[in-house]
T-cell receptor, first 114, second 115 residues
């Protein structure tokens, strides 16, 4: 069985400060992990993905995430927040074959203060 | 543009109306999906099509009827909807629904309001 938990429903940061959005997963298989971003009234856009290659994954717009198997975590970070980063972020786990599921987290709303 | 186009962007319909949502992709993907996104609820998978065949129906009420005439087009036919069906309906595509490491490309969604 697979599951994904986004540990914060809301995160608020000031512009120019670091961003940390936390995600923990559970999977019986070697998972693929993704982060998506959704701006208001838009669809979801793929930020980055981990598929068993390098554990530190770099994505678009300066975001990166680190796969930590021992902690079953895949936290999303960015060194310096921009106002345009204000959006909802979804952590997603997919895994295995022959019955794998893609599970979306509940989302974390990121607020960026000027 | 993401490569997945949904029309219309907004739709208001009465409970007795019949309408259809359309999704189109020209990414060469073989799998297409319908998701429902309601306020304060997780994203809900509705239907999955892989190589034009429906592979998943996530206990969706029969007032929602999907159609996938080819790998590039996906429709969601709506009839006798309820106000609680008001939501953002998202279409997505991926290379193959049997392999989970590709990720999805989403359309911008159709904002549906049932009155």
């Amino acid at each position: 069985a697979q599951s994904v938990t986004q540990l914060d429903s809301h995160v608020s940061v000031s512009e120019g400060t670091p961003v940390l959005l936390r995600c923990n997963y559970s999977s019986s298989y070697s998972p693929s992990l993704f982060w998506y971003v959704q701006h208001p009234n838009k669809g979801l856009q793929l930020l980055l993905k981990y598929t068993s290659a390098a554990t530190l994954v770099k994505g678009i717009n300066g975001f990166e995430a680190e796969f930590k198997k021992s902690e079953t975590s895949f936290h999303l970070t960015k060194p310096s927040a921009h106002m345009s980063d204000a959006a909802e972020y979804f952590c997603v786990v997919s895994g295995g074959t022959g019955g794998f599921k893609t599970i979306f987290g509940a989302g974390t709303r990121l607020f960026v203060k000027a | 543009e993401t490569g997945v186009t949904q029309t219309p962007r907004h739709l208001v319909m009465g409970m007795t109306n019949k309408k259809s949502l359309k999704c189109e992709q020209h990414l060469g993907h073989n799998a297409m999906y319908w998701y429902k996104q309601s306020a304060k609820k997780p994203l809900e998978l509705m239907f999955v099509y892989n190589f034009k065949e429906q592979t998943e129906n996530n206990s969706v009420p029969s007032r929602f009827s999907p159609e996938c005439p080819n790998s590039s087009h996906l429709f969601l036919h709506l009839h006798t909807l309820q106000p609680e069906d008001s939501a953002l309906y998202l279409c997505a595509s991926s290379q193959d629904s049997d392999r989970g490491n590709y990720g999805y490309t989403f359309g911008s969604g159709t904002r549906l309001t049932v009155v």
